[in-house]
């Protein structure tokens, strides 16, 4: 019964390339569904063919949001995406639509269904300008360092060279004189506040890199090294948020004579099948989850969508 009490939200998520986008949408028509993006470069204007953004057709009406509202050189982090996407939630609830989160960034996916709390996790300017400052002077090793003395257990969750979350971890222990992976580890702990059902879709790992290196390739063939000289024009660089993601550091790093082009494509083909493998680890460790694997339902996703159905009904959210 408490669950019949909570509102309801549908979770659509799964590794790149595994084809979401379109399942979305015949989810969403079917329940009537509203979809939140997921993602932490759909936000981007001007960012279409590197982020595989859904096209205006596509949508078949489904409103969308979180695609399509940042400039690229905005800053966008968890803490923004989940008061955006609690934001947008309000708005599909008032309309008396369902919530469906569909993408692959599954930190903020738990950001959401958690409703993990960032309070204690705000800035601190003067702290923060410090640590940047000493990884310009002695690299981003001695940062790593000083983490390690304080929050071990993130030190080994963070690569020495991801300054920008060794900062974060050090700017919070500095904050709050308590590790942030003990933080997190609590905030993992929390319940979900929705009624929730939360689908991973997978496929054979050897198909979804096929899917993966196929895509790269129609990617470059839509344009995608003309967007990234676009997006250079317009004054973006290496050091943007927006330009950290897949397909746009590669293809920047190629147009700023770091590397030829057929290494920049060698190197996005390996990173985004890491990535994906990535996916799939975190969302593993997820309670809640029910698995969808394509190949037990024949690849059709009419078959697929009917299962998805089932488990919205009994799970009492339709």
Same mark, same amino acid.
């Given at each position: 019964?408490?669950?019949?009490?909570?509102?309801?939200?549908?979770?659509?998520?799964?590794? @790149?390339?595994?084809?979401? @986008?379109?399942?979305?949408?015949?989810?969403?028509?079917?329940?009537?569904?509203?979809?939140?993006?997921?993602?932490?470069? =759909?936000?981007?204007?001007?960012?279409?063919?590197?982020?595989?953004?859904?096209? /205006?057709?596509?949508?078949?009406?489904? /409103?969308? &949001?979180?695609?399509?509202?940042?400039?690229?050189?905005?800053?966008?982090?968890?803490?923004?995406?989940? =008061?955006?996407?609690?934001?947008?939630?309000?708005?599909?609830? %008032?309309?008396?639509?369902?919530?469906?989160?569909?993408?692959?960034?599954?930190?903020?996916?738990?950001?959401?269904?958690?409703?993990?709390?960032?309070?204690?996790?705000?800035?601190?300017?003067?702290?923060?300008?410090?640590?940047?400052? !000493?990884?310009?002077?002695?690299?981003?090793?001695?940062?790593? =360092?000083?983490?390690?003395? #304080?929050?071990?257990? %993130?030190?080994?969750?963070?690569?020495? $060279?991801?300054?920008?979350? #060794?900062?974060?971890?050090?700017?919070?222990?500095?904050?709050?004189? @308590?590790?942030?992976?003990?933080? $997190?580890?609590?905030?993992?702990?929390?319940?979900?506040?929705? $009624?929730?059902? &939360?689908?991973?879709?997978?496929?054979?790992?050897?198909?979804?890199?096929?899917?993966?290196?196929?895509?790269?390739?129609?990617? !470059?063939?839509?344009?995608?090294?003309?967007?990234?000289?676009?997006?250079?024009?317009?004054?973006?660089?290496?050091?943007?948020?927006?330009?950290?993601?897949?397909? &746009?550091?590669?293809?920047?790093? &190629?147009?700023?004579?770091?590397? /030829?082009?057929?290494?920049?494509?060698?190197?996005?083909?390996?990173?985004?099948?890491?990535?994906?493998?990535?996916? !799939? @680890?975190?969302?593993?460790?997820?309670?809640?989850?029910?698995?969808?694997?394509?190949?037990?339902?024949?690849?059709?996703?009419?078959?697929?969508?009917?299962?998805?159905?089932?488990?919205?009904?009994?799970?009492?959210?339709?």
């Amino acid at each position: 019964m408490e669950e019949t009490m909570k509102k309801p939200l549908i979770v659509l998520t799964g590794p @790149t390339a595994v084809g979401k @986008t379109k399942l979305s949408i015949s989810l969403a028509k079917a329940v009537g569904g509203e979809i939140i993006s997921a993602d932490s470069m =759909q936000i981007y204007k001007y960012m279409d063919i590197g982020s595989a953004k859904i096209k /205006p057709e596509e949508m078949q009406g489904v /409103p969308h &949001y979180l695609v399509d509202e940042l400039m690229p050189d905005e800053e966008f982090h968890i803490v923004r995406f989940q =008061q955006m996407a609690k934001a947008a939630m309000e708005k599909i609830y %008032s309309h008396g639509h369902i919530p469906i989160l569909v993408g692959g960034t599954g930190f903020y996916i738990q950001a959401v269904t958690r409703d993990i709390d960032f309070t204690e996790a705000i800035q601190e300017d003067g702290y923060r300008k410090e640590l940047e400052a !000493l990884a310009e002077e002695r690299g981003p090793e001695y940062l790593h =360092q000083m983490l390690r003395e #304080v929050d071990p257990k %993130s030190a080994q969750e963070i690569h020495a $060279n991801n300054v920008k979350r #060794v900062i974060r971890a050090l700017e919070f222990y500095h904050q709050n004189k @308590t590790p942030i992976s003990s933080h $997190n580890e609590e905030q993992k702990e929390r319940k979900s506040p929705y $009624n929730l059902a &939360y689908f991973v879709l997978n496929a054979p790992r050897e198909l979804l890199y096929e899917r993966i290196d196929r895509r790269v390739d129609e990617m !470059l063939a839509d344009g995608l090294v003309k967007e990234v000289e676009g997006l250079k024009a317009m004054g973006c660089h290496q050091g943007m948020v927006s330009m950290q993601g897949l397909g &746009y550091k590669e293809i920047l790093a &190629y147009l700023d004579g770091e590397n /030829p082009l057929e290494e920049a494509v060698r190197i996005l083909k390996r990173d985004t099948r890491h990535f994906a493998k990535r996916q !799939l @680890t975190w969302f593993r460790r997820e309670p809640e989850v029910t698995w969808v694997n394509k190949d037990e339902f024949g690849y059709e996703d009419e078959k697929i969508l009917e299962y998805m159905l089932d488990v919205c009904h009994i799970k009492g959210i339709l």
